[in-house]
């Protein structure tokens, strides 16, 4: 009885680093970010590439965070749709949001002002649950 106790705090052990190796390795990169719906109702689609240098399938379970426009926050971001990461690839994965209209307003109104057109920095910041594990985003682009 007691062997298969250490047998099988051995297994627990082994499958929790294997988790914890899982999430510090998984990379979230915002790949590009576009605009669409007009002024109205403005759509932003971000879109990510999930690396996964393992040999282990993953499972994106959720990723919140929010998204600013040159320092200003323009919209929150939460996705709670599973998504399969595959070993040893890049997954695309997009979400669309929709903007906060103060924020939009805010950001296309210091890009007017300005005498020389400064491109836009896109950023998102925020998490991603991988298999339970939450890892971090930090991530930007420009326009």
């Known amino acids: ?3 298969i106790l250490v047998i099988g705090g051995v297994l627990l052990a082994v499958y929790l680093i294997g988790r914890r190796r899982l999430a510090a390795n998984v990379k ?7 605009f ?3 002024l109205k109702k403005p759509t932003l689609s971000l879109r990510f590439g999930i690396q996964n240098p393992t040999d ?3 499972r994106l ?14 919209a929150d ?6 998504v399969r990461i595959l070993p040893n690839q890049e997954t ?7 903007p906060a209209a103060v924020g939009i307003i805010q950001t296309l109104a210091q890009f007017i002002r300005a005498k020389e057109r400064q491109p836009v920095r896109v ?3 925020g998490t991603a649950n991988v298999d339970g594990m939450n890892v971090p985003i930090d991530q930007a682009a420009t326009l």
């Open 61 to 74: 379970l959720s990723l919140v965070g929010q998204v600013d426009a040159n320092g200003r926050t323009v």
């Open 28 to 34: 979230v990169l915002l790949r590009g970010v576009s």
């Open 1 to 3: 009885m007691r062997q």
């Open 92 to 98: 695309r994965y997009q979400v669309s949001v929709t």
């Open 56 to 58: 282990r399938e993953a």
């Open 77 to 82: 971001v939460s996705a709670f749709e599973t």
């Open 36 to 38: 669409s719906g007009g």
């Open 123 to 125: 950023a998102f910041t």
